[in-house]
């Protein structure tokens, strides 16, 4: 009988492990979802530079005045573009939408709203991406519904659709406004 040697077995043991990983992953809940170390936490600090001469997004006002979106994005950011008549209905529904300008110039930013519209009750820009650290931003857009108290409901990852609206910002907001009141 032929010797088996070890490393005729190593390709295949590689190969099978990968694959457990592979089907693991595929197994996932939901395999769309980042998870979040924020959700049922408080919100990270927030601390920005002006945008212009927009009102200014402040700690404070992420830990106060009732359920708040809260909005990464930048002008450079195809799916924002996607996502922001999404932004403009709940601004016109009166849910407060804040955003957070990530890594993008003033002028550029200031005229995507200009052409776009303005959803933003206060905004902010994070020049160098410190903030969208630590809020775990993987990219833009990405937003989360805040309650009153600061306490981190959802995070979304990527652009909100109509269906994602209904399906997950929405519910998380009735989720929230419960834990305000």
Excluded at 97 to 110: P, R, T
Aim: glycine share 8%; aromatic share 8%; with cysteine.
């Amino acid at each position: 009988m032929a010797k088996v040697s070890p490393l005729m077995i190593l390709p295949p043991a590689i190969f099978l492990a990968v694959a457990g990983l592979f089907y693991a992953g595929m197994m996932r809940e939901n395999p769309d979802s980042l998870p979040s170390e924020l959700t049922g936490k408080p919100a990270p600090v927030v601390e920005l530079t002006p945008l212009g001469d927009r009102p200014l997004l402040t700690d404070a006002a992420v830990r106060s005045d009732g359920v708040k979106l809260v909005n990464f994005w930048a002008s450079w950011c195809a799916p924002c573009r996607v996502e922001h008549p999404q932004l403009m209905a709940m601004a016109e529904d009166g849910i407060p939408v804040h955003g957070i300008n990530y890594k993008d110039e003033s002028a550029n930013a200031l005229n995507f709203l200009a052409g776009l519209g303005d959803p933003y009750t206060l905004s902010g820009a994070d020049r160098n991406g410190r903030n969208a650290i630590e809020w775990g931003v993987y990219g833009v857009p990405e937003t989360f519904v805040v309650a009153g108290d600061g306490t981190v409901v959802l995070r979304f990852a990527g652009p909100i659709t109509t269906a994602i609206m209904r399906d997950k910002i929405l519910p998380a907001i009735a989720e929230a406004e419960a834990l305000t009141n």
